[in-house]
């Protein structure tokens, strides 16, 4: 039987918190694998409270190198750094064949990452090009890299913040009400970003009522329901409609 595996390919420190948290908790509270490979620390996009404080580069990447190994911590997932450089993160064949050999060496039986598209943010879809095409090459035998090959993972993108403006579209509704106290708690690690905090808690819970609306009714769900968003890069494969 194949060991469930989570793979998260995010941009920046916090985006794995805010978009999967969820996803990651509720992976590894079945005693499943959770592997977060965090390109860049988003210490020049994504810490602005910081350099107003008049921190320096380094100084700054390693706070957020602490908030992201706490936030991994709490959601119970292993996080791994590759401090790739962000705004702008560039699509780079070295970084896919890091990618590739993450791949080859957690074997994953899912993928999350970002959508390919972010008018606003171009180191999301730059994240998300790597981790697809890393998929392809990883279950390639002829790629030269350690390892054996992947097979062919779901690949599932995380809800981007703003998602009307990115092409998402949500297709899958996942209840984590049962983690969401993890997933806040991982959120307050993430200090230098705590104007999200609240963002994400009131689109956690604007997701969890779709979920029942969807689920339909008599379902035992709880008052306070919460939920995330996600949509699928490839068609799922299945013997049953449901």
Same mark, same amino acid.
């Given at each position: ?17 805010? !978009?999967?948290?969820? #996803?990651? =908790?509720? $992976? +590894?509270?079945? %005693?499943?694998? *959770? ?28 706070? !957020?190198?602490?908030? #992201?190994? =706490?936030? $991994? +911590?709490?959601? %119970?997932?292993? *996080? ?31 993928v999350l990452t970002h959508t390919l ?52 579209t949500p297709e899958v509704l996942l209840?984590?009400?049962e983690v969401w106290d993890t997933k ?59």
């Amino acid at each position: 039987m194949t060991e469930e595996h989570t793979l998260v390919v995010t941009a920046h420190a916090g985006d794995f918190v805010w !978009r999967a948290g969820g #996803a990651i =908790a509720l $992976a +590894a509270s079945r %005693g499943e694998k *959770v592997t977060i490979a965090c390109l860049t620390f988003g210490e020049r996009g994504e810490s602005a409270a910081e350099w107003r404080a008049g921190k320096g580069l380094e100084e700054i990447k390693a706070s !957020r190198r602490e908030e #992201a190994e =706490a936030a $991994a +911590a709490v959601l %119970g997932a292993d *996080v791994r750094f590759f401090d790739a450089g962000d705004y702008p993160l560039k699509v780079s064949d070295e970084l896919t064949h890091q990618l590739i050999e993450l791949y080859r060496a957690t074997q994953p039986t899912v993928v999350l990452t970002h959508t390919l598209e972010d008018p606003y943010n171009g180191d999301h879809p730059a994240a998300a090009r790597m981790a697809l095409d890393a998929r392809v090459l990883a279950g390639a035998i002829g790629y030269p890299a350690e390892g054996e090959v992947v097979g062919a993972p779901p690949v599932f993108a995380f809800e981007p913040h703003q998602p009307e403006m990115c092409g998402f579209t949500p297709e899958v509704l996942l209840d984590i009400t049962e983690v969401w106290d993890t997933k806040r708690k991982a959120m307050e690690c993430l200090s230098a970003q705590q104007h999200l905090w609240d963002y994400y808690t009131d689109l956690g819970k604007r997701r969890g009522v779709q979920l029942k609306r969807n689920a339909g009714p008599n379902l035992g769900f709880p008052s306070s329901t919460y939920g995330e968003a996600y949509m699928r890069f490839y068609p799922q494969v299945t013997e049953r409609l449901a």
